[in-house]
């Protein structure tokens, strides 16, 4: 699954009609309707604010509203533009100034989506992925050493522990951790411990 690089908002104007698509990352469905609630709240004299959001790991919440448009010509394609994306922890929100010319059901269709894919495109997006999350142990003679070593590897350092030993937290795919064993082997000559942490989920670049 995929989210969105940064919240922001994007506009296109369609036959003398505003479409403003505003996207936001959020965590569950109460900051999407928080989210909602204020681009409601904020453009209370648009003609409509139709919504659409997917939530999860795996994308199984999904909700939209054409909030007052002909059924299924605005959240439906809304939802289906993000679905389509593989976006999840993310809200749409389009809202529109009608202009004075009707778009007929395929153009409310081809706009909703379209200022939703538009805005997509704008902001950029990255992909979430599971990781697993081990600790490294070593001493403090080659403790510090193999933090070096670690940051300069690709695989992702994102604590450090000084206590009795030095504790290196690690984010890695699952599939690499043979890999990464054989490499701390390599680096501490078999000196450093390890243990898994659980998993964690990171957005990195597409």
């Known amino acids: 699954m995929r989210t969105i690089r940064r919240d922001g908002e994007h506009e296109l104007e369609i036959r003398r009609s505003r479409f403003l698509c505003a996207l936001a990352r959020v965590p569950d469905e109460e900051a ?3 989210f909602i609630a204020r681009r409601r709240k904020e453009h209370w ?3 409509h604010n139709c919504t659409a959001y997917i939530l999860g790991e795996d994308g199984g919440i999904q909700r939209s509203s054409d909030d007052g448009e002909p059924a299924g010509t605005a959240g439906v394609p809304m939802l289906e533009v993000l679905r389509h994306r593989e976006m999840t922890d993310t809200v749409a929100v ?7 010319t009707k778009l007929g059901a395929g153009g409310l269709i081809r706009a909703y989506g379209g200022a939703v894919s538009a805005a ?3 902001l950029g997006v990255l992909e979430r992925r599971r990781l697993l999350v081990v600790d490294v142990f070593a001493d403090y003679v080659i403790g510090g050493r193999l933090e070096s070593d670690l940051r300069d590897s690709r695989f992702q350092v994102r604590d450090v522990g000084y206590g009795d030993r030095v504790r290196v937290e690690v984010a890695l795919p699952e599939e690499d951790l043979a890999g990464f064993e054989l490499l701390l082997a390599e680096l501490t000559g078999g000196r450093a411990g390890l243990e898994r942490r659980g998993t964690t989920v990171v957005d990195v670049e597409p």
């Open 120 to 122: 997509v495109d704008a």
């Open 94 to 100: 389009v809202t529109r100034y009608y202009g004075g």
């Open 45 to 47: 004299s648009a003609t």
């Open 32 to 34: 999407a309707r928080e």
